[in-house]
């Protein structure tokens, strides 16, 4: 009212109505599980799924702009490369395979990036793959020792094989390419230098079968931009004054002037 915020419309099944208040504190995330928002700001992940929580759907952004509120950086999007589509809908980050030692490679069986690398540079690089396909590779060390892949085995998300060969076949993976990349990456870990793509963390030396391997697909994960605010987190319009009524729920700011959602 009159520029400022003075409450808040809600929609129930009881109706409508209008709660009064002397401040509106937005503190409802971001937008990744939004598919028309994430096409907006950046239409190469508009056909992707979304491993976020269900609630991020840029409600409070819409809200705060309908409001007046300026918006920053709103196509900072995070997209994590490796994620499992389960048939049932559910999405699986598998970012445990990554982080503790799995190679990622295409159809050929070869690898294309440091899979300790940054998010959405990984699935930039897996999107330009053929047939868009990767694939998680890794051996039964990972199975013994990390124990949120052992409930994912057990769930039935992987592929399992006695051999490299075999498992490329169930996979769709070129078994001579596969068997040819894991020699080379064997000496790597021998070395303890990726000469390929500089990882620094490879404990898997694949001596130790089975086999396991799982298709991966990118998936928006976070979003980073939002409504404009400053030092007192209070949200700012588009001419850079303060909207009375309308501060953001405190957290830390990384920069001076204005932060963002």
Known sequence: EEGAARGVTIESPDGTYTIHADAVVLATGGYANNPEMVAEYDPRWSDLGCNSSPSQTGDGILMAEKAGAALEDMGNITINPTVYYGENGQLYSLTALRTNGAILVNSD?????????????????????????????????????????????????????????????????????????????????????????????????????PYYGVKVFPSVQTTSGGVAINLNAEVLGENGETIPGLPQAPRRLTARGRSRL
């Open 109 to 209: 069986g070869k690898r294309f990036a440091n899979e300790e690398g940054a998010y959405t540079e990984q699935a930039e690089l897996l999107l330009q793959q053929k047939n868009q396909a990767a694939y998680m590779v890794f051996d039964q060390t990972m199975i013994d020792t990390v124990g949120l892949v052992r409930q994912y085995e057990e769930q039935g998300l992987f592929v399992k094989a006695d051999s490299l060969e075999a498992l490329a076949e169930a996979l769709g993976v070129d078994p001579a390419g596969l068997t040819a990349t894991v020699e080379v990456y064997k000496t790597y870990v021998e070395k303890g230098v990726d000469e390929a793509f500089g990882r620094s963390f490879m404990t898997i030396d694949f001596d130790n079968p």
